[in-house]
């Protein structure tokens, strides 16, 4: 008998040839009631990243990450200037929390939710179906010589796919630095933002070769969840599975009255986007996209047989058991996550944390008065995150360097607090013309001394 040459060699990947070489994919079409329900999903994230940046909620982006300023926006809540430990918080309750989920459901963020499935099954792939054709006549048109027609086909789909990646780096950008800005700037000669200019093009690039042409190779050597995932999942995690006992003895290999259900028709091997054969077990390329699932069913409806050969299933029941939602690997996930989400609250409401800001006042940066005192004035940015109020004293720690704030204490609560504040002292302190001393911010609501700040001092050369 014949070898299928979907009848993958167990010992190298689907994707590289005898000689270690790539083998580009093209992956066939399937429709089907999972191919709907993720047509939904796909959609509708791409709708939610592409308007997100444009809405306003208390005046700001939805969602704005400000590197700059330190400033982190959410649905109109901002962080300002995170303390490390509360990133920690953050970053570990989230890794945690992605941990339980894939512990219960698999890989459902690769199949459902991942930017790079999204883009490229409801993107890129589409525009390829829809200018190269099925994939049968992909695969021709990728073994035929340079022609005209090749040549035009291959250039128009990459002329189409660098406007959608010029769109997508765009929006991408947008998120750091908000919709307004983002207009201005696009408007604006390059030149004028050399810097935004030359990210956006990075980022244009990345998503381009990445979509385009990487894709599956992405997944299968290049991320880094894809390589952990295995260990955070157990028999009870939902996979996409075969059901081997159902499907064997396939057909061709044994006496067709002891045949099982699957028919061997590799349709399952022909959708799947990372060119695995699914009945070989669960292999950390699946990337649980469901692909299979509607190319099986529909064999199965033909045939007149129940749908299910290839589903959504756990090795526990694959093997007769019952499935247990919550296992102790996914309890300890849950429960570790939920402690770092507490204590990152815990932390956040309780937080001391300051961030001051010292700008020099305009125009001269000193002035002397009559009586000879050098003044220094400065505009003070005071902001807090936490849920404590503060009563803040600026205070020098320099004794010959005396400290004015025509509002004293000043109240700090959430938000930012912008104020004044005068440096005076006699010439004589200066050392060619500059000292650096530092400054306590006292708060008299706790008498205590709550941050310090270094602040430039300047004046005239005696
Ligand atoms: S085996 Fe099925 S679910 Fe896994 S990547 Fe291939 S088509 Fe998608
Ligand atoms: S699609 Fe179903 S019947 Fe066809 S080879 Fe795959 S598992 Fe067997």
């Keep these: 008998m014949s070898k299928n040459r979907y009848d993958l060699d167990p010992e190298r990947l689907a994707t590289t040839d005898e000689h270690g070489n790539r083998v580009y994919l093209h992956p066939e079409d399937v429709k089907g009631r999972w191919k709907d329900r993720r047509k939904v999903v796909y959609w509708g994230l791409i709708l939610l990243y592409l308007v997100l940046p444009w809405f306003y909620i208390n005046g700001k982006p939805a969602l704005l990450i400000d590197l700059v300023r330190r400033e982190f926006t959410v649905l109109g809540f901002t ?72 040549i035009s086909k291959r250039s128009l789909k990459w002329a189409v796919y660098l406007l959608i990646s010029l769109h997508i780096a765009h929006t991408f950008i947008g998120y750091f630095v908000g919709p307004r800005e983002l207009f201005l700037i696009t408007l604006g000669s390059p030149g004028l933002h050399p810097t935004m200019f030359a990210a956006t093009m990075v980022a244009t690039l990345i998503i381009l070769l990445d979509f385009g042409w990487f894709r599956e190779q992405f997944c299968l050597i290049a991320c880094p969840y894809g390589r952990i995932q295995s260990v955070m999942m157990d028999e009870n995690s939902l996979v996409v599975a075969y059901d081997a006992k159902r499907g064997e003895p396939r057909r061709g290999i044994t006496e067709r009255a002891a045949e099982g259900d699957c028919v061997n028709c590799y349709n399952c091997v022909k959708v799947c986007p990372t060119g695995i054969d699914i009945r070989r077990g669960t292999q950390l390329e699946c990337i649980a996209c469901t692909q299979c699932i509607d190319a099986c069913d529909d064999i199965m409806t033909k045939l007149k047989k129940p ?156």
């Design 307 to 462: 749908t299910g050969l290839i589903r959504y299933s756990s090795e526990t029941e694959l093997s007769g058991g019952i499935r247990r939602l919550l296992t102790p690997r996914s309890v300890v996930y849950f429960v570790a996550s939920l402690v770092f989400v507490s204590s990152f609250v815990l932390f956040f409401r309780n937080s001391t944390h300051l961030d001051i800001v010292l700008l020099r006042g305009q125009g001269s940066p000193f002035q002397v008065s009559s009586d000879s005192l050098v003044t220094n004035h400065f505009v003070v940015r005071l902001k807090h995150q936490g849920g404590r109020e503060f009563a803040i004293e600026l205070q020098s720690q320099d004794p010959d360097i005396r400290v004015t704030q025509p509002i004293s204490p000043w109240k700090v609560q959430k938000s930012e607090v912008k104020n004044i504040v005068f440096f005076r002292f006699e010439a004589k302190h200066l050392m060619n013309g500059s000292r650096v001393i530092r400054i306590n911010l006292f708060d008299h609501l706790s008498q205590s001394v709550v941050a310090t700040k270094e602040v430039h001092l300047v004046g005239p050369v005696e």
């Design 79 to 150: 962080l300002h200037g995170m303390e490390p430990i509360l990133f920690f918080l953050m970053l570990a309750s989230g890794l945690f929390f992605i941990a339980f989920v894939t512990s219960l459901f698999g890989r459902v963020w690769c199949g459902w939710g991942c930017p790079q499935t999204v883009f490229i099954q409801a993107i890129f792939l589409q525009v390829e179906r829809l200018i190269e054709g099925k994939a049968r006549q992909r695969e021709q048109l990728e073994a035929s010589p340079w022609s005209i027609e090749k």
